[in-house]
């Protein structure tokens, strides 16, 4: 299976902290996407990092992609407790388009 | 306005009723998506179509009908509803099939009973 596996399942930290979240998958992909969703809300696009891109930067975003060891991180700088959400990541392999299973964020003000 | 609208946002029915969610997108993206999002929040592709053709089609069973009369719209059909079907439903869509972001609903939340 395609599908990427986020570490940890969920994490708790307070606010102005940095905040990690790991994605792992199985195959070679094209590129990886990481998305939020909101209790009871749809997924929010936050950022794109392509399979020949190393490191990238959106905001308080910074995500890494490691192709040789098949994962992914996702920080989340001076966090905010609007932050709090569900994060996701999601590999594409140019056939396939698969979610990870989630990390559950809690920024606790 | 919202960019991906599906309606309706909640719909609670009994086992063995047939029902349809419907999803549209101003984008102007090719493609359009359904997924199922269960209780663990683990979120698994049905459908892809590209340009109103059917270019995913996951284990869904047979219940469970897309129907794109535009690329602008993607309508699921669900028949003869179970108890397990209760999940939220996520239409999607992208400009094209790879290399882009998607742009989602908010989900329609089924409910059997």
């Known amino acids: 299976s395609q599908q990427g596996e986020e570490d940890p399942q969920a994490l708790s930290i307070q606010e102005g902290e940095n905040a990690t979240m790991n994605c792992s998958y199985k195959t070679s992909i094209n590129n990886l996407q990481w998305y939020r969703q909101n209790s009871g809300r749809g997924l929010v696009h936050l950022i794109l990092i392509r399979s020949n891109e190393r490191e990238k930067h959106s905001g308080r975003l910074r995500v890494t992609l490691d192709t040789s060891k098949k994962s992914s991180s996702l920080l989340i700088t001076a966090s905010r407790a609007a932050d709090t959400a569900s994060y996701f990541c999601a590999t594409d392999n140019n056939s396939q388009f698969y979610f990870g299973t989630g990390t559950s964020l809690t920024v606790i003000p | 306005d919202t960019a991906v609208s599906q309606t309706p946002k909640y719909l609670v029915t009994q086992m063995g009723n047939d029902k349809s969610i419907k999803c549209e997108q101003n984008?102007?993206?090719?493609?359009m998506y359904w997924y199922k999002q269960d209780s663990k929040k683990f979120l698994k592709i049905m459908f892809s179509?590209?340009?109103?053709?059917?270019?995913i089609n996951e284990t869904v069973p047979n219940r469970f009908s897309p129907k794109s009369p535009d690329k602008a719209h993607l309508n699921l059909h669900i028949n003869s509803l179970e108890l397990g079907d209760s999940a939220v439903y996520f239409c999607?869509?992208?400009?094209?099939?790879?290399?882009?972001?998607?742009?989602f609903g908010s989900g329609t939340r089924l409910t059997v009973v």
């Open positions: 999607a869509s992208s400009p094209q099939r790879t290399g882009q972001g998607y742009t």
């Open positions: 984008l102007g993206h090719d493609t």
């Open positions: 179509y590209n340009n109103k053709e059917l270019i």
